[in-house]
């Protein structure tokens, strides 16, 4: 192939590698944060500011107290539930970019088990809860996923679109026919009673939603590498022709996975109407769902990783509020967020191939 | 003398739909040659704000639009690179680029917020064409990039069905190894077409910061950078059908404003809750996707074959 740099008849060219290097995998990951900050850096200098004074002040507002880090972790809980949710259904290669949207249905639909029928103990109440949200998310996600199953109709528009629905629909009850009565026309809805709301861990915000996250991060492990349907499930993801050769329902698993990826996400709505604002209320998500899809890539799509970074991303969220209040604007953080990803998905070229000198004595470089 | 009001509607579909129709032409270029950039949202952004600032800098708004097409193109060869030379995972590697022009575009016109456009861009109606009955208000009475994008896309149509580079563009979306094998430049062709996407979508979001609102407001694309996408999909990579499309959105788009205004007078329509209004033009999109996905599907037309696929020429 055509090399990318050629001097004095030595070409720099991109060889395929025979295995898939692991140290590549692992620094991908860590070196592409490093460059994202650079290129931040690069940029606060430019606008005029000090990206070593910023970039201490995020790490010491997310990592460098205890409050700041149980805010990370409170962060870290919905990144987490979203980020299993897209890598569900990212690894049968359905994009769904909808976590957003069905986040907001599983919040929408655990705020109606809230207001109209908490009567019973506690458990029972949160129980249900969790049960609506799961299904309104799934549900929700269907909207997008039947027609890509039965049509092939491009899942990632359809998603999208859903995200804004969503949203409005949530604004549309909340300004409308679910306002607190006695809130002074406050777009709010009435403040959950106690049989709604999450236990916490002592006197953190760090809720009850933390335990959904590591026992979904778990059951996934378990069904994706240890059932004969996670089996499917992989197959159906690396090469779809193999398996309708091998007489594996894809229909029926693009629904399943994707009933699974919105049910996922409508727990992290749970989880953030329930455990932090405990009603329904504007700008429930300040985007969890759209750095679910980066979290979920960062991982690899692997559960257990996944805690990690979304503990990291948590940090980044956090750090990103303290940087807030000494007047930068927030957005720094979702560009943080994107450059990340570009330095994750230009990286990876070096997990499968390497970089080789050619027309020279030397081999590799 | 006043215009029917559905002078008035066509009109404003018209306007509504011209930030939709650059940016569709540039994603008809893109998917064309193979590539698909889902980051027509945060291109567009950066194209608003970039051509905002720089209209604010110089007060001059074509300036506003050079510096919004160059900005395009620019996010446009972050994309290119990472899909093209590093063969990286494209739908992916759109996502990011919309992420990451979200947050750029809200970074950089923070400071700007509110303030009004010193040189906005405004109608000129066309001698004699403009004097037409119905037709003159519809079409030739809006500002210069309106009749800017008539013009592309007639160039786009020759260029694209008509000329050897429209062939050479469409050989590579089909089949890269067969064209390389003709010697046509895979990998130039599909760097060219990315950043034209780009530099199209710029315009088009600069048309939002320039003409239409005309102001800096942070997200103010609101998801028309993939309703867009969605529309290459309904004009089946067709300039001409894109020109159609972008007006029949655009026209749901203001419709919904419309109505708002309309229900002061009709009591039915007072009843609909302003959120189900705005929720319209994204239904519809999905609505539209549906039907046009299942009818193409059986006549077998659109989609470049290679779209999404990267070309590794050790691959053939």
Do not use: C
């Amino acid at each position: 192939m055509a090399g990318l740099l050629a001097v004095k008849g030595r070409a720099l060219t991109i060889e395929k590698r025979g295995d898939i290097s692991k140290a590549a995998m692992i620094l991908n990951p860590i070196l592409s944060v490093a460059l994202a900050l650079l290129v931040g850096g690069t940029f606060l200098v430019l606008t005029g500011h000090d990206p070593l004074e910023i970039y201490s002040t995020m790490l010491k507002g997310a990592f460098g107290s205890a409050y700041g880090l149980s805010e990370t972790v409170v962060k870290a809980i919905p990144l987490l539930l979203s980020g299993l949710a897209v890598s569900v259904a990212f690894r049968m290669q359905l994009w769904n970019i909808g976590a957003e949207g069905q986040l907001y249905f599983g919040a929408i639909a655990a705020t109606w088990v809230a207001l109209f029928h908490a009567d019973g103990s506690r458990i029972i109440v949160l129980s249900m809860m969790v049960g609506a949200a799961f299904v309104a998310g799934g549900l929700w996600a269907m909207i997008a996923a039947i027609p890509r199953a039965f049509f092939k109709v491009n899942e990632t528009i359809t998603t999208l679109m859903l995200n804004y629905v969503a949203i409005l629909y949530s604004n549309y009850l909340i300004y409308g026919p679910w306002k607190d009565p006695e809130g002074y026309n406050f777009p709010l809805t009435a403040i959950f009673p106690e049989s709604a709301v999450l236990p916490v861990l002592g006197t953190s915000r760090i809720h009850f939603g933390l335990f959904f996250g590591l026992a979904a991060a778990l059951i996934l492990y378990v069904a994706l590498w240890h059932t004969k349907w996670g089996y499917e499930i992989r197959v159906i993801g690396e090469s779809p022709v193999a398996a309708r050769y091998a007489g594996m329902n894809i229909v029926k698993n693009i629904l399943i996975v994707m009933f699974i990826s919105g049910g996922l996400a409508g727990i992290a709505g749970m989880a953030e109407v329930s455990g932090i604002s405990q009603r329904l209320q504007p700008g429930l998500s300040p985007g969890y769902g759209y750095t679910a899809i980066i979290v979920a890539w960062l991982a690899r799509l692997n559960p257990f990783t996944m805690l990690g970074v979304s503990f990291i991303f948590g940090g980044l969220l956090v750090g990103g509020y303290t940087m807030q209040t000494s007047g930068l604007p927030a957005a720094l953080v979702s560009m943080l967020q994107g450059a990340i990803l570009f330095f994750v998905l230009g990286g990876e070229i070096f997990t499968k191939y390497r970089l080789v000198l050619t027309g020279g004595d030397r081999k590799e470089v | 003398m006043s215009d029917p009001l559905i002078v008035i509607l066509f009109a404003t579909a018209v306007t509504a739909g011209t930030p939709l129709l650059y940016a569709a032409l540039g994603e008809i270029f893109t998917e064309r040659s193979g590539v698909l950039n889902l980051g027509v949202e945060g291109m567009m952004l950066v194209g608003a704000v970039v051509g905002y600032i720089a209209t604010l800098q110089s007060q001059n708004h074509w300036i506003g639009v050079f510096a919004a097409m160059a900005a395009g193109g620019l996010m446009a060869l972050i994309h290119a690179v990472l899909s093209i030379t590093l063969r990286a995972n494209q739908v992916v590697s759109g996502l990011a680029l919309t992420i990451f022009g979200t947050g750029l575009s809200s970074y950089m016109g923070k400071s700007f917020v509110g303030q009004p456009v010193p040189d906005q861009f405004k109608p000129i109606d066309i001698p004699v064409l403009s004097q037409l009955p119905y037709i003159g208000k519809i079409f030739f009475s809006h500002d210069a990039l309106v009749y800017l994008s008539f013009v592309i896309v007639a160039a786009a149509w020759v260029f694209i069905f008509y000329t050897r580079w429209g062939l050479n563009l469409r050989a590579v979306g089909e089949n890269p190894a067969a064209a390389d094998s003709m010697g046509i430049p895979v990998y130039l062709t599909r760097y060219s077409s990315v950043i034209i996407g780009g530099v199209l979508a710029g315009v088009g979001g600069a048309y939002l910061s320039l003409a239409y609102a005309p102001s800096w407001i942070e997200h103010m694309t609101a998801g028309r950078g993939w309703i867009a996408v969605a529309l290459v999909i309904f004009a089946v990579w067709h300039p001409g059908k894109a020109l159609v499309g972008s007006y029949i959105f655009g026209g749901v788009d203001s419709l919904g404003f419309r109505i708002q205004a309309l229900g002061e007078k009709a009591s039915f329509l007072k009843d609909i809750s302003p959120f189900f209004l705005q929720m319209f033009p994204y239904i519809l999109t999905m609505i539209v996707l549906i039907l046009i996905t299942a009818e193409t599907k059986k006549r077998r037309v659109g989609t470049p074959a290679s779209l999404g696929i990267p070309y590794d020429r050790e691959e053939r």
